[in-house]
């Protein structure tokens, strides 16, 4: 299981990869068999599934984005989109349920949905109508009970409107994630997101109003021109605001994106100055009072968490609807294809509005014994909390430091686990959650990261 050949004893930098699904979507490949969905979910657990809708459509594409989404959405697009995603739902839920009666209301099955997201995109470019019937697409054909599981909704300060906000506060939204990302104007337009900050305040105004009750504000640190006392300002003019939970980005300047074309600082420079500003957002919102969740997310003690007590990341199922959203299950992850270019995601969208039959997997990646231990392990060392051995050993029969030693001595060495977290633990250190995006990648298989490598970037 261990890849000795990717492991060195140089410091890796800082910044290789955001880790937030694993394996990654440039490792998955067309499935020549094509599985039929019924068979893929006959033997799975489904009574804790999480629930995802995915929206590729924003006002405008951030100079730093990579997310499969496209500017705008021209001639009925949203509404062709819909009917799409209603489409897919209904074949969704009939292979969930094991039949293909297009039944609504089945009940006592075992199916049961324990957290939900709006994702994209920015799911709040659709008119209020139309996330009237995005929430209905989720309650009626999938059944998923948005008012009794959480539900976490991303936005934008131009799409954050007040007609909007009440549709997801009526249907049950219990976050709000609104990516801000600089309240210095120079900032905003130096990371391509023109926006002024009048209208971010309005915005968060808003959402406030709409009363739901987690309010999370995305932050970029790295901007070109950006230095401490910018940086604190963001942090402060965020924190105005006591939201529930706050995100500290890094910035990426990944292929195929605006940024991504632009000259840089020297990487040593850049890792180095993102770093400085990583550890005094850190400190100063650790003496505000909040805790750290991991590398970015931090929360205030006592807020309501994003999924349910009883939902796993790690084992439990997740059902993606959306030309961009991935499904897992127990040992297979699929999607559809996959882009970064604008022409090649507006024709995957126009491919996805024309299908009819969605009943079957086409593109993903298989997910074997090694590759569970690996996802198991990213997963939850990442989180500040960390990992218990026990959880770990009771799923694969086996101790991390047995399946992964090379890697777990060499974190060590660089100083990146904790200690003094016991033998039952395994945690970072506060200089590990630093480094997490060097750490998850080091835990990537030599089959995923050829086929990462492989892969031909559109």
């Known amino acids: 299981m261990t890849d000795t050949t990717a492991m060195t004893t140089a410091a890796p930098r800082p910044y290789e990869s955001y880790v937030y699904a694993y394996p990654h979507k440039t490792a998955y490949r067309p499935l020549a068999d094509r599985p039929a969905l019924r068979e893929l979910w006959a033997g799975e657990r489904k009574d804790a599934l999480s629930l995802y809708l995915h929206i590729p459509f924003c006002e405008v594409r951030c100079g730093f984005c990579n997310l499969f989404t496209r500017i705008g959405a021209p001639d009925e697009l949203t509404t ?242 959306g030309c961009g959203a991935r499904s897992y299950t127990s040992d297979l992850h699929y999607s559809f294809d996959y882009a970064v270019g604008m022409r090649e995601i507006r024709n995957i969208i126009d491919a996805y509005t024309t299908t009819e039959d969605f009943s079957r997997a086409e593109v993903g990646r298989a997910v074997d014994t090694d590759e569970a231990r690996r996802r198991h392990l990213l997963q939850s060392l990442l989180q500040a909390e960390g990992m218990a051995v026990d959880d770990y050993r009771t799923r694969f029969g086996s101790r991390p430091d047995d399946d992964f030693p090379v890697e777990l001595d060499r974190f060590a060495g660089l100083g990146w686990l904790d200690t003094d977290a016991g033998p039952g633990l395994l945690r970072l250190s506060p200089e590990g959650l630093a480094h997490s995006d060097a750490l998850g990648p080091a835990l990537f298989s030599p089959a995923v990261r050829a086929a990462m490598a492989s892969y031909e970037l559109k």
């Open 80 to 321: 062709r989109y819909l009917d799409a995603l209603d489409r897919q739902a209904t074949a969704v839920a009939d292979a969930l349920h094991g039949d293909g009666d297009g039944d609504d209301s089945r009940d006592g099955d075992g199916v049961r949905f324990a957290a939900a997201a709006f994702g994209g995109g920015t799911p709040t470019f659709l008119t209020a109508g139309e996330l009237e019937r995005l929430c209905d697409i989720a309650e009626k054909r999938m059944g998923a009970d948005l008012r009794a599981v959480p539900l976490s909704v991303e936005t934008s300060p131009s799409t954050a409107t007040a007609d909007r906000l009440s549709v997801l506060a009526d249907r049950g939204a219990t976050r709000l994630s609104i990516g801000v990302q600089s309240f210095v104007e120079e900032e905003a337009k130096a990371a391509v997101r023109p926006q002024r900050r009048s209208d971010v305040e309005a915005a968060l105004g808003r959402i406030r109003d709409a009363r739901i009750p987690v309010l999370n504000i995305d932050l970029i640190y790295g901007i070109d021109g950006q230095t401490p006392r910018s940086w604190r300002l963001s942090l402060d003019a965020a924190l105005a605001w006591r939201p529930e939970e706050l995100y500290l980005y890094p910035l990426y300047a990944r292929p195929l994106t605006p940024l991504g074309r632009r000259a840089h600082p020297s990487e040593a420079d850049w890792d180095a100055q993102r770093l400085e500003l990583y550890r005094q957002g850190r400190d100063h919102l650790l003496a505000q009072g909040y805790e750290q969740v991991s590398m970015r997310m931090f929360r205030l003690p006592g807020a309501p968490r994003e999924g349910a007590d009883d939902y796993a990341c790690q084992t439990d199922g997740m059902i993606g609807l």
